[in-house]
């Protein structure tokens, strides 16, 4: 029936596709289904394009089968549309059938194309796009050739699992059969990076005694983002983000990108990283210096290892990345945008959402896939924020569960402002002074907590950490937790991680109080049973009286820890690790009221908020609408654990997240949130969401 040119794996450039649908098989003449996934990269085409050309062997011409219009519709073509017909009118008037949307770019879409005696419909990832009524003959349907843009058309691709089937067949059944593959940055991995307000990176690179380490994990998922498990390396690079091209070692020098393996350094490119259930992690450091190198950016880009092919979707790329100096002077700030430690690549910010915004006296960041150790902080010509404690070590020592308020900080603004590159040391510098000299304090005094345990946590990956503060709760008293937090804070260079470290006693001490009291020694807890515990626990520390947790809110929840009908420790763990920061945080003046005011939305999926965004027809509404929500992928001992971020449609007409920075907020003394949001140039009024739809982030 057909002769299929395809290549390793199943993938195939479009310039290399060819079928042919032959003339002696019956099955042929009742019509056909053509299935596909197709990848075009967003850089590589211009448009109106012929996607897949038809060729008719009798008549010896060709004509568009599959094409893209001007505004990125699939077009799909009746066959033997060809010569005279065709010659007398432009192409786009020829009947046809076209998607209602625009087709995805840098992502895999399935397209069906059923072809019948009597009809014509397209398919786009497993849904009918259109259709309609067709006559076609018998022969009309056969000695046909289909085959993809060649040398001379300016479309690039990639297609897999091509097939032509009968047309009774189940193109759905075709779109979940085998997805193709893609390679993607996870920024909710990232930390130590920050973001400035232009949406380039931050990292501290240069020589030895200077640079720093970050972290950042690949995923390998296929087409519907489920982490896929194959025995592969990959390796990361160093380009340059106007051309691509690798940056050059030079003569005498180290290598630009580096990797650590057991506290030794090594260049990246002689250490790729394992794939371990679809996922791999790096710990990178930068030598060269955006300075050094005539001010350009960098990326990071990230490949598979020994594959033979460089296939776009096989290869994953960073934001623009500014290497910047350590030892700079500290830029101010005005805003309130805190920096997302967090974003598959795609959302940060900053401004009191963690430090730097994107437009001046902002208060919110954007939160893009990045979870940091940092928060980052934005700051295009934006001052950043710089906090001062005054309060004594002793004084944070007596904050009790029910009275810690991070109140005692005092902010200061300056109105300089100075360069990209320094603004970095906002948060490493100027906010970690109190730290710095806390912990030479607890330093010289002898900290109970070793520094190989400082070492191992500002290195560590969450799970480490995690255990690692179990260990210490345990073990270490109140006093000696707020002592290691200091230290993390001045090895880390930033005070971020202290809220977390210092809650750590309390939230593993209840939480070991609550499951012993839901389990009574069991193994597992019905969920039904846990839901009445769960609801008196975050009244309990959230300190909120007149509003409970809704039934969706549980279903939230109970994604959030991957419950069943039976839960075990580890599921309820896992969930108590993601609600306690939040209802923690609403114990704090200012969350309290909102939350009970329904200005917090409550905990709702980040597909939800973007939904409750859109209007009538799909449209967005206004731009300067906004709602409220916590991450569902932050849970301790992540630094952005229990902070809210805004969703909001801003004056370009785009849906954007950014994370706020609370302890910015309870610094900022007479002002309520409400207030400071308001006076946010993106932010106008308040939005809700009026459905739920319980579809999870």
């Not at 394009?49 to 010896?60: C, G, L, R, Y």
């Not at 906004?626 to 301790?636: A, E, I, N």
Request: net charge negative; proline share 4%; charged share 25%.
């Amino acid at each position: 029936m057909v002769n299929n040119l395809i290549e390793d794996d199943g993938y195939s450039s479009l310039k290399d596709l060819k079928l042919e649908i032959m003339n002696n098989n019956p099955d042929v003449n009742g019509g056909f289904n053509l299935c596909f996934w197709l990848y075009l990269p967003s850089d590589s085409s211009s448009f109106p394009s012929t996607i897949i050309h038809q060729h008719n062997s009798d008549i010896n011409s060709s004509a568009p089968f599959l094409a893209l219009t001007a505004n990125k519709e699939m077009v799909l073509y009746p066959i033997r549309f060809i010569s005279h017909e065709a010659s007398n009118s432009s192409e786009m008037e020829i009947a046809s059938v076209k998607s209602k949307n625009k087709v995805a770019f840098n992502k895999w879409v399935h397209i069906g194309c059923e072809v019948a005696t009597d009809i014509m419909r397209l398919y786009i990832n497993g849904e009918i796009m259109e259709e309609m009524c067709a006559t076609f003959t018998f022969d009309s349907l056969n000695n046909i050739s289909l085959f993809g843009a060649n040398e001379d058309v300016s479309v690039q691709g990639y297609v897999r699992g091509m097939e032509i089937l009968p047309v009774t067949s189940s193109i759905k059944d075709h779109f979940v059969k085998d997805p193709p593959l893609q390679l993607h940055v996870d920024g909710s991995s990232a930390t130590d990076i920050e973001e400035d307000s232009d949406g380039v990176w931050s990292i501290v690179g240069g020589k030895a005694s200077c640079r720093r380490n970050f972290s950042l994990d690949v995923v390998l998922m296929d087409a519907f983002e489920h982490p896929v498990n194959k025995e592969m390396e990959v390796v990361a690079s160093l380009i340059y983000a106007d051309n691509g091209t690798h940056v050059e070692k030079r003569d005498d020098s180290e290598a630009p990108l580096l990797t650590s393996s057991d506290g030794i350094e090594f260049a990246s490119w002689d250490r790729p990283s394992k794939l371990v259930n679809g996922r791999a992690s790096f710990k990178l450091k930068i030598s060269q210096l955006s300075s050094k190198c005539d001010n350009k950016l960098f990326r990071l880009k990230f490949f598979i290892h020994k594959k033979e092919k460089g296939y776009p979707f096989l290869e994953a790329f960073t934001p623009s990345i500014r290497c910047i100096s350590r030892n700079l002077n500290p830029r101010p700030s005005t805003l309130i945008w805190k920096r997302s430690t967090s974003a598959i690549h795609a959302d940060i910010g900053t401004s009191w959402l963690d430090g730097g915004s994107v437009e001046p006296n902002n208060i919110v960041h954007e939160a893009k896939p990045i979870p940091s150790s940092k928060r980052v902080k934005l700051g295009q010509g934006n001052p950043f924020v710089t906090l001062k404690t005054d309060n004594s070590s002793k004084q944070r020592d007596q904050q009790s569960h029910e009275g810690y308020k991070p109140n005692g900080r005092t902010s200061y603004l300056e109105a300089r402002q100075e360069t990209h590159e320094q603004s970095y040391n906002s948060s490493c510098d100027s906010d970690s002074s109190e730290a710095t000299n806390s912990c030479k304090s607890n330093a010289s005094n002898g900290s109970p907590v070793s520094d190989i345990t400082v070492f191992k946590y500002c290195l560590g990956n969450l799970t480490e950490k995690s255990l690692l503060l179990k260990d210490l709760a345990n073990s270490a008293s109140e006093k000696d937790l707020m002592d290691f937090a200091m230290q993390v804070s001045q090895f880390s260079g930033c005070l971020h991680h202290r809220d977390q470290i210092r809650i750590s006693k309390r939230i593993i001490e209840d939480g070991t109080k609550v499951w012993n009291l839901l389990s009574q020694n069991n193994y597992h807890v019905l969920w039904d049973n846990m839901i009445p515990v769960l609801q008196d626990q975050f009244m309990k520390i959230s300190c909120c009286r007149s509003r409970i947790l809704t039934q969706q809110d549980f279903e939230v929840l109970r994604r959030i820890g991957s419950c069943q009908d039976l839960v075990g420790q580890e599921n309820f763990e896992k969930l108590w690790c993601w609600l306690y920061p939040v209802a923690f945080n609403l114990s704090q003046n200012g969350l309290n009221e909102m939350w009970d005011s329904r200005w917090i939305e409550g905990i709702v999926t980040k597909e939800e908020a973007e939904s409750s965004l859109h209007g009538p027809g799909n449209s967005l509404v206004d731009p300067g609408t906004f709602v409220l929500r916590f991450p569902t992928s932050r849970s301790w001992p992540h630094p952005d654990a229990g902070n809210l971020i805004v969703t909001y449609v801003g004056s370009d007409f785009v849906i954007h997240h950014r994370l706020l920075s609370l302890n910015f907020f309870h610094s900022s003394g007479g002002k309520s949130l409400k207030e400071m949001l308001l006076e946010e140039r993106e932010l106008s009024r308040l939005g809700r969401i009026t459905t739920r739809s319980l579809r999870f982030a």
